[in-house]
């Protein structure tokens, strides 16, 4: 059983900043691409950033320059720095990672969400 727990989110003003995180948890082997998506109701689920195992990261154009991934290999987390927050930034943030568990082969798994509003 393998688990992802957001945590980070809230209320912020545009221009402000926030730090999402996310821990995995679970009988956990290794941890290989870790990704952020975020989505808006009644849209689709959108990618965000991306971190593979070696530190490579990619950026949707939109956040490009104001959102930072990093991950934690030894703690099993992932982060996104987001700064120079917009209110187009609004929307509930999900983590997801590719993990091979002891007894499970690699399997996406997803986290709950945790929302972020930028209003003024």
């Known amino acids: 059983q393998v688990q992802l727990v957001e945590s980070g989110g809230g209320l912020v003003q545009p221009g402000g900043s926030l730090r999402l995180s996310c821990a995995a948890s679970?009988?956990?082997?290794?941890?290989?691409?870790m990704r952020w998506y975020r989505q808006v109701p009644g849209k689709q689920r959108d990618l965000v950033a991306t971190?593979?195992?070696?530190?490579?990261?990619t950026y949707a154009d939109s956040v490009k320059g104001r959102f930072t991934i990093s991950r934690d290999n030894a703690k099993n987390t992932v982060a996104l720095q987001m700064n120079n927050l917009k209110p187009e930034d609004t929307a509930a943030y999900y983590c997801?990672?590719?993990?091979?568990?002891?007894?499970?082969?690699?399997?996406?798994?997803w986290g709950q969400g945790t929302q972020v509003t930028v209003s003024s």
């Open positions: 997801n990672a590719d993990i091979r568990t002891l007894t499970v082969n690699l399997q996406t798994y």
């Open positions: 971190i593979r195992s070696g530190g490579d990261t």
């Open positions: 679970g009988s956990i082997f290794s941890i290989h691409t």
